[in-house]
C-alpha cells in the first residue's frame, strides 16, 4: 500500500479516529516530558543538593539527551523489523509506555546524584522506547490529504502540554510521588485508547516478493538531498529554540530587566504571549489543512520570522520591542512546527525504513539539547553576554532559512 492511501472503505471511515487517538496519545506523551524537566526533575536535583542543583540537573539533561537520540534511532530500526500477530508499532508503544511510567518510580527512588542522573537516562530509554514507533506512525497512517492538519495540531503538543503539564502540577498533588503518578495515569490513559483503535495488520510473515525488506545502514537516508535538508534544518532550528529557551530568564535579568515585574513573572508573560503566537499559526494551518499541498513555503515563512524576531531581541533594549518580538517568535514557532512533521514524512527516502529514518530526523532535536549548553559555556568563558546567545539563535534561523529553501517537491 502506498504511503499515506488507505486500503478500503472501512479504513477511509476508521482512519479520522485513528489519527485522533494518535494525536492524544501524542501530546499525552509530552504531559509525560514536559512537566518532569521542568517541575519534577529540579525540584528534586534541589532536594539532594541545593548548592550544586543546577550541576546536578544539567549532567543529567546532557546524557540524558545523548541517551535519547541513540535509543530513537535504534528503536525505530528494531520496530521496522519487527514479526508480530500485533504488528510492527504496537507492541513496542504498549511497552514504553509501561516502561516510561516504571522509570518515574526509578527518579522518585534516587537519593544521589549519580542515581538521579541515571534514572533520568533509564527515563530517556524508556519514553524512546514508546516515541520511535509512535513517530513512524505518522508516515505509515496518516492520509496525504491530512498531513498538514495533524502536522500543525502535533506542532501544538509541547506548547500545549507546557501549559497543561504546569497547571496539573500546580493544581494536583503536591509531592513528588502523586505528581509522577498522575503523569503516569495520563499517558497510559491515552496508550490504552490508542492501541484499541488503532488497527495496524500482524506482520508475522516475511515481506512478498517485490516488497523491500528493512535494510541499509543507519545513515543511507542521507544519500537524500530532501532528507539532508529537513534534518539540517531541524537541527538549526532546534538549535536556535534551545539559546532561546534555555536562556530567557537570564536575558529578562541580565539584558533588558523590567522595572515593576519580577523575572518570574516577565518570564510568564512572554512564553504566553508566544505561545499565543503559536496557537494561532497551527490553528490556522489545521483549519485549513487539506488546501495546503506545500508546506515548504510555510517552512520559510516561519523560519524569517523566527530570525527577525531574535535579531530584534538581540539588539533591543525596550521592553515594547521585546514583547512585539516575541509575538513574531511565536508566529514564527507556529508556522515551522505545523508543518514540521509533514516535511519530515514527505522527505523519507524509503517505505521501509521509517521507524529508522524517524528517528533520525529526532536526532537533530536531541543534539542540540545537549550541545547548547555546552555552546553557552564557551561563549560564557569567552565573555560573550547573554545577547551573544541570541546572536548565535538568529544566526542558526537565518541559516535555515537558507537551507530550508533548498527543498525540492518531488514529482
Excluded at 118 to 134: C, D, K, S, T
Excluded at 174 to 186: C, I, T, Y
Excluded at 211 to 227: K, L, Q, V
Aim: hydrophobic fraction near 55%; proline fraction near 5%; glycine fraction near 10%.
Amino acid at each position: 500500500m502506498e504511503e499515506g492511501a488507505v486500503s478500503s472503505r472501512s479504513d477511509a471511515r476508521r482512519t479520522p479516529v485513528v489519527v485522533a487517538a494518535y494525536l492524544l496519545l501524542f501530546l499525552a506523551a509530552f504531559i509525560g516530558l514536559a512537566p518532569l524537566f521542568q517541575v519534577v526533575a529540579p525540584l528534586h536535583a534541589s532536594h539532594l543538593d541545593a548548592g550544586a542543583k543546577t550541576a546536578i540537573l544539567s549532567r543529567a539533561m546532557v546524557w540524558g539527551a545523548i541517551t535519547a537520540a541513540g535509543a530513537n534511532i535504534l528503536m525505530g530500526a528494531i520496530s521496522d523489523r519487527t514479526r508480530s500477530r500485533f504488528g510492527r508499532r504496537r507492541p513496542w508503544i504498549a511497552l514504553g509506555a509501561v516502561l516510561t511510567v516504571l522509570s518515574y518510580v526509578g527518579i522518585w527512588r534516587s537519593a544521589t546524584a549519580d542515581q538521579f542522573v541515571w534514572a533520568i537516562v533509564g527515563f530517556q530509554l524508556a519514553f524512546n522506547v514508546l516515541m520511535a514507533p509512535l513517530s513512524a506512525v505518522f508516515a505509515e497512517r496518516v492520509p496525504l490529504a491530512l498531513r498538514s492538519t495533524a502536522s500543525a495540531l502535533m506542532g501544538l503538543s509541547y506548547p500545549l502540554a507546557v501549559a497543561l503539564g504546569s497547571s496539573l502540577m500546580a493544581l494536583g498533588p503536591q509531592h513528588e510521588p502523586g505528581r509522577l503518578a498522575l503523569l503516569g495515569g495520563v499517558l497510559l490513559a491515552a496508550a490504552a485508547l490508542f492501541l484499541i483503535v488503532y488497527d495496524e495488520p500482524a506482520a508475522t510473515e516475511r515481506p512478498q516478493a517485490g516488497t523491500p525488506e528493512p535494510r541499509g545502514g543507519f545513515f543511507d537516508p542521507f544519500r537524500s538531498r530532501n532528507f539532508v535538508v529537513v534534518w539540517t534544518c531541524r537541527l538549526l532550528i532546534a538549535t536556535g529554540y534551545a539559546f532561546v529557551s534555555a536562556y530567557l530568564l537570564y536575558f529578562i535579568t541580565d539584558a533588558v530587566g523590567w522595572p515593576g515585574r519580577t523575572p518570574e513573572s516577565a518570564h510568564a508573560l512572554l512564553t504566553g504571549v508566544g505561545f499565543g503566537g503559536v496557537v494561532i499559526v497551527a490553528g490556522l494551518v489545521a483549519l485549513f489543512g487539506r488546501r495546503i499541498s506545500r508546506r515548504q513555503p510555510v517552512a520559510l515563512v516561519g523560519a524569517v520570522l523566527l530570525c527577525a524576531a531574535t535579531v530584534a531581541l538581540a539588539l533591543t533594549q525596550s521592553w515594547i520591542v521585546v514583547v512585539i518580538a516575541f509575538a513574531a517568535y511565536g508566529l514564527g514557532q507556529g508556522a515551522y512546527g505545523s508543518v514540521e512533521m509533514g516535511l519530515m514524512a514527505d522527505a523519507l527516502p524509503s517505505q521501509e525504513n521509517r521507524g529508522r529514518d524517524m528517528g533520525l530526523n529526532n536526532l537533530a532535536v536531541a543534539l542540540p539539547q545537549a550541545l547548547a549548553p555546552i555552546t553557552a559555556l564557551i561563549l560564557e568563558r569567552a565573555e560573550i553576554d547573554v545577547r551573544g546567545l541570541y546572536i548565535a539563535a538568529a544566526a542558526c534561523f537565518a541559516a535555515a532559512v537558507v537551507v530550508v529553501g533548498l527543498f525540492r517537491r518531488e514529482s
